[in-house]
């Protein structure tokens, strides 16, 4: 039993919170004295305990009064670099200051934090794994910090010849129940999900997270729900809008018209006054708040215009074996001759079959 199967084990307690600490990050972290675990925790809720204090915590629990001696000389493994500023709780390099651990082992850096300086100053002897199952924990934290702006992954269920839009109202799915089912996953992992007007008007969907298992979490909150509408004629009757969560109308009018009955908890982002709204507006101005990872579900006008704009880092697809040739559209509707599936723009880094379909997931390079 080395590092690697501990900080695996820290990786397994992360995932536990997974869905449930947006907008921060997932961290599992467990303590460890002669190759025996003596404490274990995970990052449970945004703003709550961090995970190497729940960890500390429980061997506080378990050991009651000898806790101080059964940490002396423990190796403590955190998914990530433990915080050295004061956030919602305190840092939690001065809590791990209070013990004599031998090691601290981190699955990898955060680039936000100051935290293995600061345990190397005060003496402790720190190893950084920059292990990959810690860095794909948390894809879309890093990638804000580096590029100072969320992580914007587009979902698309399409046919085998790249259709995802039926010319006819005949058929609504494209793709079988598990596929629908795992986009509920992405649904719950991101903090915005994002349409257009287009696929309001045409579905009137939900964009919520339905799948039991997650919402069943006391933790879990629904991603907010954004559209974009430049001139707001919006079905307003949409279980978009009238669904518990926050929505916010991204638009070119000042104000919203006024609305139907039983829509609450809605804003409106004002972007200028032209005919479209602008993607990179919007993320410059998205990129201040407190916002890690947008999942794009739109029609082929929006994405194009987010793809023309080389703004989307990752696309999920699911598609079916079915060609639908003529009765749908080509999903994406951007002006740029984007060949997605030559390796040049994008990496593949999932591709697994999902029911009936498939799922293949391109990363930007
Ligand atoms: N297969 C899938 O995975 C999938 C996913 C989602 C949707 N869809 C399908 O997509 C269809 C709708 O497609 P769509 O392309 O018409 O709609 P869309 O991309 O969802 O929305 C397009 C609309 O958004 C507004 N908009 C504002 N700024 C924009 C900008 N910069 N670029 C593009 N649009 C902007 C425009 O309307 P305003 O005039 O209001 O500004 C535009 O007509 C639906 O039938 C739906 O079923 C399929």
């Not at 509408?229 to 638009?251: C, E, N």
Request: glycine share 6%.
């Amino acid at each position: 039993m080395n590092d690697t199967h501990f900080i695996s084990k820290a990786v397994a307690l992360a995932l536990k919170g997974k869905f449930n600490t947006k907008p921060g990050v997932n961290v599992g972290c467990v303590i460890v004295k002669n190759k025996k675990i003596i404490g274990q925790g995970f990052y449970e809720k945004y703003g709550g305990l961090h995970a190497e204090i729940n960890a500390i915590n429980d061997v506080k629990k378990r050991y009651k009064t000898t806790y101080l001696s059964k940490l002396a000389g423990s190796d403590i493994y955190i998914s990530l670099e433990p915080c050295s500023k004061k956030g919602k709780t305190g840092a939690c390099v001065n809590e791990i200051k209070k013990y004599d651990f031998k090691r601290i082992v981190i699955g990898a850096k955060d680039p936000t934090q100051n935290g293995i300086t600061n345990l190397r100053r005060a003496g402790y002897e720190v190893i950084n794994l920059e292990n990959q199952q810690c860095i794909a924990l948390n894809v879309s934290f890093f990638h804000k910090a580096k590029f100072k702006k969320p992580f914007i992954r587009a979902k698309v269920a399409m046919s085998s010849d790249h259709k995802s839009v039926f010319t006819s109202k005949q058929r609504k799915w494209i793709t079988g129940i598990p596929a629908r089912n795992d986009v509920q996953k992405l649904r719950a992992e991101a903090d915005i999900i994002l349409t257009g007007s287009g696929t309001i008007n045409e579905d009137s969907p939900s964009m919520n997270v339905r799948a039991k298992k997650i919402v069943a979490n006391k933790n879990f909150v629904q991603p907010a729900r954004y559209v974009f509408s430049s001139d707001l004629k919006l079905d307003w009757t949409a279980p978009f809008f009238k669904l518990p969560g926050h929505k916010v109308v991204v638009t070119s009018k000042k104000n919203l018209p006024k609305l139907p009955q039983g829509i609450n908890n809605i804003s409106v982002m004002n972007l200028g006054n032209k005919n479209s709204i602008s993607p990179k507006d919007f993320l410059k101005k998205i990129s201040n708040l407190n916002i890690n990872n947008i999942l794009l579900e739109a029609g082929p006008k929006l994405l194009g215009s987010f793809g023309d704009c080389n703004l989307i880092d990752e696309y999920v697809f699911y598609i079916s074996r079915e060609k639908l040739e003529d009765k749908a559209l080509y999903f994406y509707g951007g002006s740029k001759q984007l060949n997605f599936f030559d390796n040049k723009l994008f990496d593949i880094v999932e591709e697994k079959i999902i029911g009936k379909d498939k799922k293949i997931i391109l990363r930007k390079k």
